[in-house]
């Protein structure tokens, strides 16, 4: 299910300054050039054949003649990619490595040419070309291959860049892209030794950190991915400024390092990241995040991350969505959950396809896409902020109560999570004597066995699952079942998009819908305000 992941970016921006090479001697490795900043592919190899791949998409075929209009699978990441010319910085470092002036020569004649046909502002220069992002990840290779060659052209081209990097009206405040944009500007204010621009660039830092990571380390851009890529870059903007000979200001060390907790309460037992906003599921954090003292975690940024135990990969794992309206990388997944158990998906979002602006790529932004209460007759309000409202938790068992009004009239769903013996129990209602209906998305490894009396059964062949649905404590059928169609869809990996099973609840006042993992059979029942599955019991308000 989990394929190539899109490179969250990367790098060690490091400073220096080191005299030419001779070609009779050994090439000393410089800072700038050296770090994790390339991409996985291409290599330096491929690009010297002429021939690159990007984004995990098939490998395009450069030739000598560059055409720097290409857009071969008309893909934004692809083009963005493309444009950083960090696939050109390869055969750079490929030069410090081996000492082979072909690799220098080949990355001087590709960044020449590209200079010459993408001037700022002129006819024929893609807009996108000079967008921040790419500005601002185009400027590790450039600044790269500027301690080797030392023309005049590549001076005048690091400098439009700084003064676009510089400009206040392009500046991306509070996002992952400002954190790119201060790094890049720091790195040619150190290379060319302007005070200016490496001033402003840790000025705007610091003021960027404080709005992207709040002070319990939550990112805020609501899609916890972005989390492992905005602390790696976190680390190079910091490693920058100490190659700089600046300190590093203490709020940003700081919240850098509450970073990691949000990153290890926002990991699955498997080992990939819950994906919630524009996060896919095959994201790996790949580094240490640390093992945090609790199990369970609220966050302020609209967050709750739940587990049964670290360290275990059968545990069991939730994630319920709150907070403010949808802003950068969110989706509209407000109230929503996801709940992995037994060392497996059970209840999972849409996912994350692209950043395509096709109908597909909204449809997963909406609430349609997510496991959420919609409220019948009434028309959803895009952006609308939730409250938590209430919680309730021990070690084996957590409660939680959300509100919001993205409908209109007051829209309610109450949590509960029990452990051991594991079980999702999720009530929804709204006022007014509205009635509401609910989505569940199981993962797509599930096929539907049964759908009779209020009870749904899925199985992917070994475990099984069942979904039972109970309306003033009385067994409530007519649940839908659709595969593909208008809602059965996820993309489990990028760019992919395959059919899943999506239940859809009847309309009901109230509507309590129970979520119990490893059986087809579960013994259920409702009275005297408490419910008992298999011998659990719980309160019906879930409270």
């Not at 490893?518 to 011998?535: E, F, I, L, N």
Request: charged share 25%; net charge positive.
């Amino acid at each position: 299910m989990r394929r190539l992941a899109i490179p969250l970016a990367l790098t060690l921006l490091l400073s220096g300054t080191v005299s030419p090479a001779r070609a009779d001697a050994p090439v000393k490795r410089t800072a700038q050039c050296q770090g994790d900043w390339l991409p996985g592919t291409p290599t330096a190899a491929d690009v010297m054949a002429g021939e690159i791949s990007l984004v995990g998409l098939p490998a395009f075929k450069l030739g000598k003649k560059i055409n720097w209009a290409a857009s071969p699978y008309k893909n934004r990441s692809w083009e963005y990619v493309f444009q950083s010319l960090r696939w050109m910085g390869t055969l750079v470092v490929e030069y410090e490595r081996t000492g082979e002036e072909r690799y220098l020569r080949r990355a001087e004649e590709i960044t020449k040419d590209w200079v010459a046909h993408n001037k700022l502002g002129a006819r024929g220069t893609k807009a996108y070309v000079w967008k921040d992002h790419p500005v601002s990840l185009r400027t590790q290779p450039l600044v790269c291959l500027s301690m080797h060659v030392k023309d005049g052209w590549l001076k005048e081209s690091l400098a439009t860049h700084a003064k676009l990097l510089s400009d206040a009206r392009l500046y991306k405040k509070g996002h992952n892209h400002g954190i790119d944009q201060d790094i890049a500007l720091l790195a040619i204010g150190c290379r060319y030794d302007r005070r200016d621009w490496a001033d402003l660039a840790v000025k705007r830092l610091r003021g960027t950190v404080r709005l992207d990571v709040d002070s319990q380390g939550a990112l805020m851009e609501q899609a916890p991915r972005y989390a492992v890529y905005v602390h790696n870059r976190l680390q190079v903007a910091m490693e920058g400024m100490r190659s700089c000979g600046r300190k590093v200001p203490g709020d940003i060390s700081e919240r850098t390092h509450a970073l990691k907790d949000f990153i290890a309460h926002s990991t699955q037992p498997n080992g990939y990241m819950v994906p919630i906003g524009d996060g896919s599921a095959e994201t790996e954090p790949k580094m240490d995040a640390g093992t945090p003292k609790q199990e369970v975690r609220t966050y302020n940024a609209g967050y709750v991350f739940g587990r049964t135990a670290w360290g275990k990969p059968e545990s069991a794992f939730y994630s319920i969505r709150f907070g403010p309206g949808m802003k950068w990388h969110g989706h509209e997944d407000h109230l929503g959950v996801t709940y992995y158990a037994h060392g497996r998906d059970i209840l999972v979002d849409a996912g994350f396809h692209s950043y395509e602006k096709n109908s597909y790529r909204y449809w997963t932004l909406s609430p349609q896409a997510h496991n959420v209460p919609t409220v019948v007759g009434e028309r959803f309000r895009p952006r609308t902020a939730s409250k938590l409202t209430k919680t309730k938790y021990s070690s084996g068992r957590q409660s939680f109560r959300l509100s919001d009004k993205a409908y209109g009239v007051s829209r309610t769903r109450s949590v509960l999570v029990n452990h051991g013996d594991d079980m999702m129990a999720v009530l929804d209602e709204a006022s007014g004597g509205k009635k509401v209906q609910s989505l569940w998305r199981f993962d797509d490894a599930f096929k539907l066995v049964s759908n009779r009396g209020g009870r749904v059964v899925l199985s992917d062949g070994k475990f099984k699952v069942t979904l039972v649905q109970l309306s003033s404590c009385k067994p409530v059928g007519g649940q839908k079942v659709q595969r593909g169609g208008k809602l059965g869809w996820m993309s489990p990996t990028y760019l992919a998009k395959q059919r899943t099973n999506v239940v859809v609840s009847p309309a009901a006042r109230s509507l309590l819908t129970i979520v119990v993992p490893g059986t087809d059979s579960p013994k259920v029942s409702c009275s005297g305000g408490k419910v008992t599955v298999d011998g659990v019991s719980f309160a019906a308000d879930l409270f």
